[in-house]
Protein backbone atom coordinates (compact mmCIF):
# COMPACT_ATOMS: atom_id res chain seq x y z
CA UNK A 1 0.00 0.00 0.00
CA UNK A 2 1.36 3.64 -0.75
CA UNK A 3 0.85 6.17 1.60
CA UNK A 4 0.89 10.44 1.60
CA UNK A 5 1.49 12.57 3.33
CA UNK A 6 1.33 16.36 2.88
CA UNK A 7 2.60 19.18 4.57
CA UNK A 8 3.39 22.45 4.37
CA UNK A 9 -0.14 24.53 3.74
CA UNK A 10 -1.51 27.62 5.58
CA UNK A 11 -2.53 31.14 5.33
CA UNK A 12 -0.73 33.61 3.21
CA UNK A 13 -1.27 36.92 1.74
CA UNK A 14 -1.82 37.83 -2.11
CA UNK A 15 1.66 37.98 -3.80
CA UNK A 16 2.93 35.23 -1.23
CA UNK A 17 4.68 31.76 -1.70
CA UNK A 18 3.80 28.55 0.25
CA UNK A 19 5.87 25.34 -0.42
CA UNK A 20 4.10 22.24 -0.03
CA UNK A 21 5.74 18.68 -0.09
CA UNK A 22 4.06 14.79 -0.06
CA UNK A 23 6.18 12.28 1.46
CA UNK A 24 5.62 9.10 -0.58
CA UNK A 25 6.15 5.76 1.63
CA UNK A 26 5.29 2.06 1.05
CA UNK A 27 6.31 1.75 -2.34
CA UNK A 28 9.16 2.40 -4.56
CA UNK A 29 8.96 5.83 -5.44
CA UNK A 30 10.52 6.43 -8.54
CA UNK A 31 7.68 4.01 -10.01
CA UNK A 32 5.07 6.54 -9.70
CA UNK A 33 4.23 10.07 -11.39
CA UNK A 34 2.88 12.08 -9.27
CA UNK A 35 0.20 14.89 -9.15
CA UNK A 36 -0.78 18.43 -7.27
CA UNK A 37 -4.69 17.87 -7.36
CA UNK A 38 -6.65 20.72 -5.34
CA UNK A 39 -10.01 21.71 -4.26
CA UNK A 40 -11.88 24.88 -3.53
CA UNK A 41 -15.26 24.59 -1.86
CA UNK A 42 -18.10 23.45 -4.05
CA UNK A 43 -16.23 22.53 -6.71
CA UNK A 44 -14.09 19.93 -8.11
CA UNK A 45 -10.72 18.57 -7.91
CA UNK A 46 -8.65 20.01 -10.53
CA UNK A 47 -5.86 19.37 -11.78
CA UNK A 48 -2.54 21.66 -10.83
CA UNK A 49 0.42 20.14 -11.65
CA UNK A 50 2.65 16.62 -12.53
CA UNK A 51 5.74 15.31 -12.67
CA UNK A 52 7.22 12.18 -14.18
CA UNK A 53 8.94 9.18 -12.34
CA UNK A 54 12.38 10.16 -13.66
CA UNK A 55 11.22 13.97 -12.80
CA UNK A 56 12.40 15.05 -16.73
CA UNK A 57 9.14 16.32 -17.73
CA UNK A 58 6.23 18.40 -15.99
CA UNK A 59 3.21 19.33 -16.64
CA UNK A 60 0.85 22.66 -15.09
CA UNK A 61 -2.67 23.81 -15.68
CA UNK A 62 -3.05 27.12 -17.31
CA UNK A 63 -3.89 28.88 -14.39
CA UNK A 64 -0.69 28.47 -12.44
CA UNK A 65 1.85 28.15 -15.50
CA UNK A 66 4.93 30.63 -14.65
CA UNK A 67 3.84 30.43 -10.83
CA UNK A 68 4.24 27.35 -9.79
CA UNK A 69 7.11 24.28 -9.73
CA UNK A 70 6.88 20.84 -9.34
CA UNK A 71 9.93 19.21 -8.29
CA UNK A 72 10.91 15.57 -7.22
CA UNK A 73 13.45 14.11 -5.11
CA UNK A 74 13.40 10.28 -5.63
CA UNK A 75 16.03 9.23 -2.89
CA UNK A 76 13.76 11.37 -0.69
CA UNK A 77 10.77 9.87 -1.55
CA UNK A 78 9.79 13.60 -1.80
CA UNK A 79 7.44 15.96 -4.23
CA UNK A 80 7.43 19.38 -3.51
CA UNK A 81 5.11 22.06 -5.43
CA UNK A 82 6.57 25.09 -5.11
CA UNK A 83 3.83 28.29 -5.12
CA UNK A 84 5.08 31.79 -5.60
CA UNK A 85 2.86 35.10 -6.56
CA UNK A 86 -0.06 33.67 -4.96
CA UNK A 87 -3.80 35.05 -5.48
CA UNK A 88 -6.83 34.47 -3.65
CA UNK A 89 -8.11 32.23 -6.21
CA UNK A 90 -5.06 29.63 -5.41
CA UNK A 91 -7.11 28.99 -1.97
CA UNK A 92 -8.34 25.27 -2.18
CA UNK A 93 -7.26 22.43 -0.24
CA UNK A 94 -4.30 20.80 -1.98
CA UNK A 95 -3.66 17.03 -2.69
CA UNK A 96 -0.83 15.14 -3.76
CA UNK A 97 -1.32 11.85 -5.80
CA UNK A 98 0.31 9.11 -7.01
CA UNK A 99 0.11 7.07 -10.66
CA UNK A 100 2.11 5.05 -13.23
CA UNK A 101 1.74 7.96 -15.22
CA UNK A 102 1.09 11.65 -15.11
CA UNK A 103 -2.83 12.22 -15.53
CA UNK A 104 -4.63 15.41 -15.45
CA UNK A 105 -8.07 13.44 -14.41
CA UNK A 106 -8.49 12.68 -10.70
CA UNK A 107 -10.15 9.71 -10.94
CA UNK A 108 -6.92 8.08 -13.07
CA UNK A 109 -4.68 7.76 -9.77
CA UNK A 110 -4.80 5.26 -7.69
CA UNK A 111 -3.52 7.15 -4.32
CA UNK A 112 -4.14 10.16 -2.96
CA UNK A 113 -3.00 11.86 0.37
CA UNK A 114 -5.37 13.36 3.08
CA UNK A 115 -4.88 17.42 1.69
CA UNK A 116 -3.46 20.36 3.24
CA UNK A 117 -5.28 23.28 3.27
CA UNK A 118 -3.97 26.80 1.73
CA UNK A 119 -5.80 30.52 2.23
CA UNK A 120 -4.57 33.37 0.13
CA UNK A 121 -5.84 36.75 1.81
CA UNK A 122 -6.22 39.40 -0.43
Known amino acids: QVQLVESGGGLVQAGGSLRLSCVVS????????MGWFRQAPGEERDFVAG????????YYADAVKGRFTISRDNAKNTVTLQMNRLKPEDTAVYYC???????????????WGQGTQVTVSS
Open 97 to 111: AANTLVRTRDYLYDY
Open 26 to 33: GRTFSNYA
Open 51 to 58: ISRSGDST
